[in-house]
């Protein structure tokens, strides 16, 4: 799979499929077209099939409850799906907010709104922000700051505190307005800051830009604690998230992780900020949450935030018509059940580590390959045309387009995009398998997608 970044040929392939192939049936981590085609689904179509395809567990699960009712209206009932996929995130934020040593209760994960995907949890995230600075009598907090190359969803107000500049080319003007600080990348830092002081630097500038709009304007500082699309599976440096969650809170800024992509188990903790030490005070989850087998996402949000909204309003003033679907929270709860079941998340984390270094390993004959970079099951391959410098290759040669689409050609589904180091030139593709990969089939990824970098830089090589 590849994201182009030219807009028409994206738009091709979003509308109606012509020149794709068409989707027959998927069996674990494969798929089948209807020409008998077999895939390897390495990326999770979009970092999305964390138990792959057809699980018969989770199939099961969503044919029992559409034959009871599909969907029961959020604002008429409530559901045993809604209920127990409530108290198994609140259960996978409190045990981890524990061992972060951040477990007192005003902190606490426990709220949450139900949606159908990643950019209504963002827009429902930015949402919840605004009404709580407005029931506090805070209404001048109206102002977002964000990252460069980010990317929250496609709805206007996620789109507009993202930095993926072809996706928001076509709307500016109609965007919530923002601000943005530099990306923060071990691998590219800015001009004379050291990788060791790349966190303090990069706190710094956030601060910097607080003050600069003036705090009592600010609502929300959102981030990918993990940069999923936009930057190839960038981890944060060490203390980052630390300096963060202490400059935030010192200027009432509410801190928002997007974890649509890094969440929900994808680096081998349900929360990737877990790993950093931080609770943030809203997280939107998506993608993983259902595995795909149903669009679902949520918005999760601290106790002291819900306390403030039920206290004005009774509530959060967002959600829509299939928020909480019923179906869908099913496919959610076995999902979640399984994952938690079989052990996957520490399957992640220590596969994820085994599979990013055979994959370093299995790529360093390629000059063109500058980094390889992730946590647990979402791991980035960064292309670069000068291995020394780290000059990214021209955007006109789309090599990470024409990697991916080797890879394609050869059975192998990978995520690749453009525009990683400035919006318009920077290669990038991310693999992120299903939890339920074995080391036979991650071992085939390797091989395959060593295979498909060979023949890209061979097909686009200047002539």
Not at 63 to 78: D, K, M, N, P, S
Not at 150 to 177: I, K, M, Q
Request: some cysteine; charged content about 20%; glycine content about 12%.
């Amino acid at each position: 799979m590849t994201q182009a970044r030219r807009g028409p040929s994206r738009a091709r392939s979003w509308t109606g499929g012509r020149g794709l192939p068409k989707v027959s049936h998927g069996v674990g981590i494969y798929v089948y077209d209807t020409a008998g085609k077999r895939y390897l689904d390495a990326s999770g179509g979009p970092a999305v099939y964390c138990l792959g395809h057809a699980h018969p567990e989770v199939t099961a699960a969503i044919v029992r409850q559409l034959e009871r009712i599909a969907h029961g209206y959020r604002y008429t009932f409530t559901s045993d799906p809604l209920e127990q996929l409530r108290e198994h995130i609140v259960r996978a934020c409190r045990g981890e907010e524990v061992a972060a040593g951040t477990s007192d209760s005003a902190s606490r994960l426990d709220a949450m709104v139900f949606v159908s995907g990643g950019s209504e949890a963002v827009e429902s995230a930015l949402k919840v922000a605004l009404q709580y600075h407005s029931a506090r009598g805070e209404q001048g907090r109206r102002r977002f700051i964000a990252r460069r190359r980010s990317w929250h969803g496609n709805t206007l107000g996620a789109l507009g505190v993202s930095d993926f500049l072809d996706r928001r080319a076509p709307f500016e003007g109609a965007l919530v307005e923002a601000s943005f600080v530099s990306q923060v990348s071990m691998y590219r830092p800015p001009a004379g800051v050291a990788p060791e002081a790349l966190a303090a630097h990069a706190a710094a500038e956030l601060e910097a830009e607080i003050l600069r709009v003036g705090p009592e304007r600010v609502a929300a500082f959102i981030l990918e604690p993990v940069v999923g699309a936009a930057g190839g599976a960038t981890p944060p440096p060490p203390t980052y998230a630390q300096r963060l969650r202490e400059i935030c809170s010192r200027h009432g800024v509410l801190l928002i992780a997007d974890e649509v992509m890094c969440g929900s188990g994808r680096t081998g903790t349900w929360r990737a900020l877990q790993q950093d030490g931080v609770v943030p005070d809203i997280m939107a989850v998506a993608k993983g949450l259902a595995g795909g087998y149903l669009p679902l996402g949520a918005t999760v949000y601290s106790h002291a935030i819900a306390s403030v909204l039920e206290a004005a309003d009774g509530g959060p003033l967002t959600g829509h018509t299939f928020s909480a679907h019923t179906a869908a929270c099913a496919a959610g709860v076995a999902v979640q059940t399984l994952i938690e079941r079989d052990g996957l998340l520490e399957r992640v984390r220590t596969a994820g580590a085994e599979f990013q270094g055979a994959l370093r390993a299995a790529l360093a004959r390629y000059d063109a390959v500058g980094d390889v970079r992730g946590r647990g099951f979402l791991v980035g391959v960064e292309l670069v045309a000068d291995r020394a410098t780290r000059a990214p290759f021209a955007a006109e040669r789309a090599l990470a387009e024409t990697i991916g689409q080797c890879a394609f050609e050869d059975g192998l589904i990978c995520y690749a995009t453009g525009g990683n180091v400035d919006g318009i030139e920077g290669d990038t593709i991310l693999l992120a398998p299903p939890f339920i990969a074995t080391d036979a089939e991650l071992e085939e990824i390797i091989q395959r997608f060593a295979r498909a970098v060979e023949r890209g830089l061979a097909q686009s090589a200047p002539r």
